[in-house]
């Protein structure tokens, strides 16, 4: 059911609207805005695309749980996404477990265009109301921003975790063990190491998944020192640094 947004019943709400046998409208039916014909008449600015624009194409976004009987897989959607990004000298291609809510919504304030080719969504509502598991993995993935995780995914982060802060830890303390008579040129080598361990795993990061590298390397940066400038202010503040 398309209803024209600029009509005079547009503030109506149409999917509670009741038909002839004492049924929701949208109950029944998908409803989906048209913009209606008047909107070719509203004026507004012309806006030419160029070649030097930056693009966000997106392209069949990975379906996962009980969502994947609901749409099925639309491999011209990944095609596509990659013809229009090849279209433009700098954009950006989400297609796949790439597309991402989070990845999305980290280059679109970037994007001066942007295409999505995917499923529409206009009856998507009344599928997921219709199964509450789909509806539940729904809010927990793009309201609450959490995912499931299992027994065996939280041994292995609590170990890995574990293991990377034990591993964290040590490396400042090798320029100590290289220059063990001079404290100063121990602290500047702990200094110079640390930052440029973070800037490299905050590259690698960005370089294995969606991101980039550099930025997310300085990101990486920024963050381990003003962490370790908090922890010598906190240190002193209560006595324990000399």
């Known amino acids: 059911m398309a209803q024209d947004r600029y009509c005079l019943f547009n503030s109506n709400p149409v999917?509670?609207?009741?038909?002839?046998?004492?049924?929701?409208?949208g109950d029944r039916f998908a409803v989906v805005f048209?913009?209606?014909l008047?909107?070719?008449?509203?004026?507004r600015r012309k806006t030419n695309i160029r070649r030097s624009d930056r693009a966000l194409a997106i392209g069949a976004p990975a379906i996962g749980g009980e969502w994947r009987s609901m749409f099925p897989p639309l491999p011209e959607?990944?095609?596509?996404?990659?013809?229009?990004?090849?279209?433009?000298?700098?954009?950006?291609?989400?297609?796949?477990r790439q597309a991402t809510?989070?990845?999305?919504?980290?280059?679109?304030?970037?994007?001066?265009?942007?295409?999505?080719a995917g499923h529409?969504?206009?009856?998507?509502?009344n599928h997921i109301c219709s199964k509450p598991r789909a509806w539940l993995e729904f809010m927990m993935a793009h309201e609450l921003q959490l995912a499931p995780l299992e027994e065996s995914q939280a041994r292995k982060s609590a170990i890995l975790v574990g293991f990377a802060a034990i591993l964290g830890s040590l490396i400042p303390l090798v320029p100590f063990l290289v220059f063990p008579s001079d404290i100063i040129l121990g602290m500047i080598g702990a200094l110079v190491v640390a930052a440029v361990v973070l800037?490299?795993?905050?590259?690698y990061k960005g370089k294995t998944?969606?991101?980039?590298?550099?930025?997310?390397?300085?990101?990486?940066?920024?963050?381990?020192?003003?962490?370790a400038v908090a922890g010598f202010l906190i240190a002193y503040l209560v006595g324990a640094a000399p």
């Open 101 to 116: 809510l989070r990845a999305v919504l980290r280059e679109l304030p970037e994007a001066e265009i942007l295409h999505f």
């Open 209 to 227: 998944t969606i991101g980039r590298p550099y930025r997310s390397g300085t990101q990486m940066l920024i963050i381990g020192i003003v962490s």
């Open 77 to 96: 959607a990944d095609a596509e996404a990659r013809a229009v990004g090849a279209s433009f000298r700098s954009s950006t291609v989400l297609t796949g």
């Open 38 to 43: 008047d909107y070719e008449g509203m004026p």
């Open 34 to 36: 048209s913009p209606g």
């Open 120 to 125: 529409a969504l206009a009856d998507a509502v």
């Open 15 to 25: 999917q509670a609207l009741v038909d002839g046998r004492s049924e929701y409208l």
């Open 199 to 203: 800037f490299l795993i905050g590259w």
